[in-house]
């Protein structure tokens, strides 16, 4: 498997001034965790985005910093997003020993189609949609590929004991729960009926009491923009 790498700069921007990175078309960030100090960083938008869209929260990632002739193999441990543009506004990188466990979730895709769903008239449904595990760093998998080819009855169901992960990754989910199964939804036929001692045509008012929402148009974008720094990072 291709392994993915990360152009990194340090950064000495923090709090409300790292918008200028972001103007700038950089994304701020941190690394953290085994063997390294915390360090902010930042990195080119359009590079991050696609590292962070091929890692997912599994995959390992060497991030390479400027000035610094040691790598550090991480993963992808949070990101937060602008949530009106949904662009990467900052990320939390965790460096990882490799001789040590890790205990971190690992997606499930589901791959192909349920007979089921469109010759039984079932409903596909998905009640699992990441394992948490742990294993070595060199043993991580980018993610969990459920094949849903198979399911062609009502009732069909595929369990955490069925996944096909490897042996030398420990799954924390009890073995019959659960992940995809084809299930059926009658439609019930409700018949309205006028209440006894109201004529029909009698105009009904009906008083509703709750609390405003606040308008999502009212908050700043640039307020969506300003997203707190993480905890490893000191500001």
């Known amino acids: ?9 340090p950064r000495t921007l923090t709090g409300k001034k790292v918008k200028r990175l972001r103007q700038a078309g950089m994304v701020p960030g941190v690394l953290y965790g085994s063997g390294v100090q915390s360090e902010a960083l930042k990195f080119e938008r359009r ?18 910093i400027d000035g ?30 490799m001789q040590e466990l890790v205990r971190l979730p690992i997606s499930i895709n ?28 060199s043993d991580l998998i980018p993610s969990i590929n459920v094949d849903i080819t198979g399911l062609t009855e009502i009732g069909d169901a595929i369990t955490v004991g069925d996944l096909d992960i490897p042996e030398n990754i420990e799954v924390f989910a009890e073995p019959d729960e659960v992940v995809v199964q084809i299930t059926f939804v009658e439609e019930e036929e409700i018949e309205e009926e006028a209440p006894a001692g109201i004529l029909i045509g009698e105009a009904a ?31």
């Open 1 to 9: 498997m291709e392994q993915l790498e990360l152009q990194a700069q």
């Open 47 to 64: 590079e991050i985005e696609t590292v962070v869209a091929r890692a997912g929260s599994s995959r390992l990632i060497k991030v390479n």
């Open 68 to 97: 610094s002739d040691e790598g550090h193999m991480a993963i992808v441990r949070d990101v937060q997003r602008d949530i009106f543009k949904q662009t990467l506004t900052h990320i939390d990188l965790q460096a990882l020993n």
């Open 110 to 137: 589901l791959l192909g189609e349920a007979p089921g769903v469109e010759e039984m008239g079932g409903v596909l449904l998905q009640q699992i949609y990441e394992v948490e595990v742990e294993c070595l760093p």
């Open 205 to 235: 008012e009906v008083a509703v009491v709750g609390e405003e929402e606040e308008e999502e148009g009212e908050m700043l974008e640039e307020g969506a923009e300003e997203v707190p720094e993480e905890a490893p990072e000191e500001e």
